[in-house]
């Protein structure tokens, strides 16, 4: 089976500017989470959707939403990009219902440069 | 909340040396426990887990058991390789439901190097 893919791996953005980033998980899998990683925060969970559904959510500003599509691709979106939201943003899926004893299986993730 | 203390890194040793990363953890219920493991450039690999207290889990040499009376998931392996170069995460998933579905807490991370 193929891993998860995102796309784009690299995007460079100006401040103020809004940015989509896009996840296929892997054949199968229902629940697709993302996270942001920095050097100072580590990494920190944004949300999850599960079904189309958006289950859960971290603890970030409204700037940051997400979605999730039937065939189970998501997608996500900062809008007015700051320069903090510089970051590496990688997505995880899972193959049952995002339970505690599931595991995630990681993309290799979107490196974000915001200038 | 629920949180995951890993040991100050980074951790530099010889080729052939035992490695320990220690790894505590605080949460309510029954959480499982990862090791991930990042190699530059590159996205989270499961390394082992368990998902419940005195589980053992291991692959590719290495083993982390789960102790609940000490809440500690310390990740072991008897002889480091050059290979295993690379950044190590302790992370857990609390137990289902609410504000736990699909959420991994993390670890800040231990940088590991070895040298030949």
């Known amino acids: 089976k193929a891993g998860v893919t995102q796309t784009p791996r690299y995007l460079i953005k100006t401040r103020g500017q809004q940015v989509t980033l896009s996840c296929s998980p892997i054949s199968g899998h229902r629940s697709v989470s993302w996270y942001q990683q920095t050097p100072g925060q580590g990494l920190q969970f944004l949300f999850e959707?599960?079904?189309?559904?958006?289950?859960n959510k971290g603890n970030f500003p409204g700037r940051f939403s997400g979605r999730q599509f039937s065939n189970s691709r998501s997608e996500m979106n900062v809008s007015t990009l700051e320069l903090g939201d510089s970051a590496l943003y990688l997505c995880?899926?899972?193959?049952?219902?995002?339970?505690?004893?599931?595991?995630?299986?990681f993309g290799p993730g979107t490196r974000l440069t915001v200038l | 909340g629920n949180s995951v203390t890993q040991m100050e890194g980074p951790v530099t040793l010889s080729e052939e040396a035992f490695l320990t990363i220690n790894c505590t953890y605080t949460?309510?219920?029954?959480?499982?426990l990862f090791w991930y493991v990042q190699y530059p450039g590159e996205g989270l690999q499961l390394l082992l887990k368990a998902t419940k207290a005195d589980d053992k889990g291991s692959n590719k040499g290495f083993e982390a058991t789960y102790r609940k009376e000490t809440t500690s998931f310390h990740l072991e392996k008897g002889s480091v390789q050059v290979s295993d170069s690379a950044v190590y995460f302790c992370?857990?998933?609390?137990?289902?439901?609410?504000?736990?579905?699909?959420?991994?807490?993390f670890g800040q991370g231990t940088i590991l190097t070895v040298h030949p």
């Open positions: 995880a899926s899972s193959p049952h219902s995002g339970g505690s004893t599931d595991t995630q299986y």
């Open positions: 992370a857990l998933s609390a137990s289902a439901g609410g504000t736990s579905y699909g959420k991994l807490t």
């Open positions: 959707y599960f079904s189309e559904t958006q289950r």
């Open positions: 949460a309510t219920g029954y959480p499982s």
